[in-house]
């Protein structure tokens, strides 16, 4: 599945800048691409130049907003990433045309942190005009949730979140939702921590994004997870996540495999059911199996390691984990010695902690309008309290 990436604010952007560089990989190592196009687009011009992998012109690195802040954000307001958005929004949209391989794109991606600024205002924003000009062509959105500490230290980050999310899930074809602080290393400097959170939020796209574009013989797949698969897999708000397990056996003959006990057979498909399990246990987001409405997972092994004990083995699992859902599975020969796999949970009817930031969220604006009334009240009664004193000018 290819893809056209625009990354929205600083979170965003360095989301998208970690993709371009999975693509490398894919390139080098695949002999395939995954992303027909890299886009940031930010109203911090100083976050923009701290990219790496897109493209260092104004065409890839776009600026929004420069006649009103002149290059240095718009802190935690939604609002005005919003209202910066409508006014550029054209910008991406021309600089969209530019790409090359624009025609070959399967979906748009936009990433956006929640938390507040740029690309939590901007995103339903730009996706909405992408609905509009590329009809057709599905509209995803990867929104980013806030830290717990964030939450704690800012309620306008939840209050930003809900409204984020409140205003994506309308237009977008898919939300897939990462909580970063499922991701956190308490070991690690702040910035290390940054750096490995995004990389692992984008792990689970890339043998789901690879699977239907190789064209190297021994990549391909006995049953192939192909764009039109994917599409079809998502829908509302999503969970995706990667497991791995480890294959100790090395190297052997053919005359060796064909002698392959069932005790050796079962020990396969255990490892491809552990590899399923850490999946679910490292999904992007906490969720329930049972309320997706829509269910995909992708094995990957050596192709001396896929059988078909192993397919309906984790198609059984699935079943029994997610059993409301529609189910599609693929396989994708790899040259590692593991077993990954990679599982996504779409049509989710009911996510908890979407609905712990309606609730929260709620509560604050209920409490920031007796705030205003309050704070009014003192100011009415200060004025009244002046009014027989003197004026200066």
């Known amino acids: 599945m290819k893809l056209m990436i625009i990354g929205?604010?600083?979170?965003?952007?360095r989301i998208a800048d970690e993709l371009v560089r999975l693509n490398r990989?894919?390139?080098?190592?695949r002999h395939t691409s995954i992303i027909t196009g890299a886009f940031a687009v930010n109203t911090d011009q100083a976050d923009l130049t701290g990219l790496s992998?897109?493209?260092?012109?104004?065409m890839h690195?776009?600026?929004?907003?420069?006649?009103?802040t002149w290059g240095h954000g718009v802190g935690k307001v939604n609002e005005m990433g919003a209202e910066l958005a409508r006014e550029d929004g054209d910008k991406v949209i021309d600089a969209i045309r530019t790409a090359p391989d624009f025609y070959h794109t399967h979906a748009f991606l936009l990433i956006a942190g929640s938390a507040g600024g740029t690309g939590s205002g901007a995103i339903s924003?730009?996706?909405?005009?992408l609905k509009e000009r590329y009809i057709g062509k599905p509209v995803y959105a990867l929104v980013v949730l806030p830290f717990e500490h964030e939450e704690v230290a800012e309620l306008r980050s939840v209050y930003n979140t809900a409204t984020c999310l409140k205003s994506i899930h309308p237009i977008a074809d898919g939300v897939f939702l990462a909580d970063n602080q499922r991701y956190v290393r308490k070991d690690a400097s702040m910035a290390m921590n940054l750096q490995k959170i995004n990389r692992q939020i984008i792990e689970p796209f890339y043998d789901l994004m690879c699977a239907g574009e190789v064209t190297k013989y021994k990549y391909v797949g006995a049953k192939t997870l192909d764009a039109g698969d994917i599409i079809q897999s998502i829908d509302g708000w999503t969970a995706l996540g990667v497991g791995r397990a480890a294959i100790s056996r090395g190297f052997r003959s053919p005359w060796e495999l064909a002698k392959t006990s069932f005790r050796e057979k079962s020990g396969e498909t255990l490892r491809a059911m552990q590899a399923m399990d850490a999946a679910v246990s490292e999904l992007s987001i906490g969720v329930s199996p049972e309320d997706a409405g829509r269910a995909l997972y992708l094995v990957s092994a050596p192709a001396r390691e896929?059988?078909?004990d192993i397919a309906k083995g984790l198609g059984d699992y699935l079943r029994e984990m997610a059993e409301n859902a529609v189910i599609r599975a693929g396989d994708f020969p790899g040259d590692g010695g593991t077993v990954?796999?990679?599982i996504m949970f779409s049509q989710l009817a009911f996510v908890q902690k979407i609905m712990d930031y309606y609730d929260r969220a709620s509560a604050f604006a209920v409490s920031q309008k007796e705030r205003i009334k309050e704070t009014t009240g003192r100011l009415r009664d200060m004025e009244d309290a002046a009014k027989?004193?003197?004026s200066l000018i």
């Open 388 to 390: 027989g004193l003197p």
């Open 53 to 58: 992998y897109i493209g260092s012109d104004y």
């Open 8 to 13: 929205l604010g600083q979170c965003g952007s």
């Open 25 to 29: 990989q894919a390139e080098s190592h």
């Open 125 to 129: 924003i730009i996706s909405q005009m």
């Open 61 to 68: 690195r776009i600026l929004i907003g420069g006649r009103k």
């Open 306 to 308: 896929m059988s078909m």
């Open 340 to 342: 990954d796999v990679t």
